[in-house]
T-cell receptor, first 112, second 115 residues
């Protein structure tokens, strides 16, 4: 049981480039989430999904897009990267009950 | 809206000292409350949780009690170890049929334990 896996671990992008952050979970969780963590701050929710084909915006969705074609995968797309998107990105998953979320190891992204 | 406030860090303690990290929240209804821990270079791990008033969550010697009257969920440990050095996050999740499990986090408190 790998839990939540994320790729890549690190990435440097130039301003205006695009990329996809991958997230996969093998726990058959319906709910999945993307957060960003800026230095000295808590995590802020970017997008979330309550099941395949269903996604919704979180607190800070601008500049990002998501899709959820399967239960296992929840990729996050950055279009036209900007320096303000330099952050650490965490994917998480959970069951529909309030039992807590399982987090991936994170992707550290730098936009220069 | 819902929010979580944690005490400012960093907190520096000697090994075997008593730990308290304060957390207060603002929420409508009856949220679930969580403490997560983040070790250097890693993702967050669920440390403990409480889903209703007066519940006590506990794990690995850490405890926190859901106090609705003071809207608090303070984290405590009787004797910290060097290996407890990490960033601790308090978080809440809404309650009810529309709940989607979304978490609202505090800003995190860094704990450093010295031998």
């Amino acid at each position: 049981n790998a839990g939540v896996t994320q790729t890549p671990k690190f990435r440097i992008l130039k301003i205006g480039q695009s990329m996809t952050l991958q997230c996969t979970q093998d726990m058959n969780h319906n709910y999945m989430y993307w957060y960003r963590q800026d230095p000295g701050m808590g995590l802020k929710l970017i997008y979330y999904s309550v099941g395949a084909g269903i996604t919704d915006k979180g607190e800070v969705p601008n500049g990002y897009n998501v899709s959820r074609s399967t239960t296992e995968d929840f990729p996050l797309r950055l279009e036209l990267a900007a320096p303000s998107q330099t952050s650490v990105y965490f994917c998480a998953s959970s069951l529909p009950s309030n039992t807590g979320q399982y987090f991936g190891p994170g992707t550290r992204l730098t936009v220069t | 809206g819902n929010s979580v406030t944690q005490m400012e860090g960093p907190v520096t303690l000697s090994e075997e000292a008593f730990l308290t990290i304060n957390c207060t929240y603002t929420a409508t209804g009856y949220p679930s409350l969580f403490w997560y821990v983040q070790y250097p270079g890693e993702g967050l791990q669920l440390l403990l949780k409480a889903t209703k008033a007066d519940d006590k969550g506990s794990n690995k010697g850490f405890e926190a009690t859901y106090r609705k009257e003071t809207t608090s969920f303070h984290l405590e440990k009787g004797s910290v170890q060097v290996s407890d050095s990490a960033v601790y996050f308090c978080a809440l999740s809404g309650h009810g049929s529309s709940n989607t499990g979304k978490l609202i986090f505090g800003q995190g408190t860094t704990l450093q334990v010295k031998p």
